[in-house]
């Protein structure tokens, strides 16, 4: 039986710095759909409100207006099962799939195309690709908004049996940052078209090409914080020839609503309101010599809301472009840290961790800051 590919593109971007991620999200998912296409899914469906969207990938895919307004994966998806009579699916967003290649979706599309109820995601927590059958399952629950909790309620709400892709950079990347973007950059394994389309490597080249050099010499220290998950560790811990100080704090934070409800709490947030910002950087020195900082996490305990834009500009240091003040002061003080500083969203301590981690290898070993001082 056919096996549906959906990609849900939101586009809009109404700020320069968005629009040149999107324009790295379009690359990807130009990719990810051709590689699609010769894995055998059918159909390969886009949803997206933007024209440049559907203008770019009108080629690879039949590109869908969403209906729902505020947009509603979940009701967007079972109506589309619906209508078209879909029984199995493979869902996932922008950004998504760069280092996937077509053997890995066809090994996939072979999976849930040889099952009655199956259940596959990159991540049970925060799902950025679910793969599953029968799409009736979708009736059993409350949908979600997005895609983070989809493998979650299909196994706890519709019982589907619940299987996860293996851990590792390929599955797992996906570019919601400046930062996931100028590292997947980097891998020899990055697409040209993907690479071609850009990259912050003025901005923070230099923070990932330091610390990528401590992760290959021995005897440092590097400080992980934020929604890190067990295998992340585990994977840092075998592969990577540096120690690893790691703080894992609010996994599933958006998926549970923590973040909106303003209910997230992190260790790092209360030191942050002891310290302040300069204070709290020059601590982190102490106990690492580099930092990677899942800065959502710190920002809902501190009760900040920034803006995609805003967000953004944090990771790649732009202070002049943030109007809030204690974002802005946040970021000048990790720009200025004594440490190399790496910024972003989940992604940072999850898939491009790994890639980040993978391509230190890729990198001669003498351009560590303990070689180079040598």
């Known amino acids: 039986m056919a ?12 700020t320069p710095i968005e629009r040149r991620l999107d324009a790295v999200r379009l690359a990807i998912a130009v990719h990810l759909l051709r590689a699609a ?57 922008a950004g998504y799939g760069a280092l996937v290649s077509a053997a ?12 009655d109820e199956v259940l596959i995601s990159n991540n049970y927590y ?69 690479r071609a389309a850009g990259t912050w490597e003025r901005e923070i080249g230099p923070h990932i090409d330091r610390i990528a050099g401590l992760f290959v010499t021995p005897d440092v220290e590097v400080v992980v914080a934020g929604r890190v998950g067990a295998p992340v560790w585990s994977f840092l811990e075998t592969q990577t020839a540096c120690r690893v100080r790691m703080l894992s704090e609010e996994r599933g934070m958006q998926a549970a609503g923590r973040d909106a409800a303003g209910a997230a709490r992190t260790v790092l947030g209360f030191l942050y309101e002891q310290l302040g910002p300069d204070r709290f950087f020059a601590r982190m020195a102490e106990l690492g010599q580099g930092l990677i900082l899942d800065s959502r996490v710190l920002f809902a305990h501190l009760g900040l809301r920034p803006s995609a834009a805003d967000r953004f500009a ?61």
């Open 314 to 374: 944090s990771d790649v240091f732009d202070a002049g472009a943030i109007a809030e003040p204690k974002l802005r002061a946040f970021t000048e003080a990790a720009s200025a840290a004594p440490i190399p500083v790496l910024l972003g969203g989940h992604s940072v301590v999850s898939g491009a961790l790994f890639t980040l981690a993978e391509l230190a290898w890729q990198r001669p070993v003498a351009s560590s800051p303990t070689a180079s001082r040598q």
């Open 104 to 115: 890995d979706l066809r090994a996939l599309r072979e999976r849930v195309d040889g099952a």
């Open 37 to 93: 296409s010769k894995a055998q899914f059918d159909p390969l469906l886009v949803v997206s409100p933007d024209p440049t969207v559907h203008d770019a990938l009108a080629r690879y895919a039949e590109v869908l207006r969403p209906s729902t307004t505020p947009f509603h994966l979940g009701h967007e998806l079972q109506r589309i099962a619906r209508d078209r009579r879909l029984d199995r699916l493979c869902v996932t967003g």
């Open 126 to 194: 925060s799902g950025d690709l679910v793969a599953f059958a029968p799409a009736k399952a979708l009736d059993a629950l409350d949908l979600p908004a997005t895609d983070n909790p989809l493998p979650r309620l299909l196994h706890q709400q519709a019982g589907l049996p619940n299987h996860e892709l293996p851990r590792g950079a390929a599955w797992l990347l996906d570019v919601d940052t400046p930062t996931d973007a100028t590292i997947l950059a980097r891998d020899m394994r990055c697409p040209p078209e993907v």
């Open 3 to 14: 096996v549906a590919f959906i990609l849900f593109f939101g586009g809009n971007a109404s």
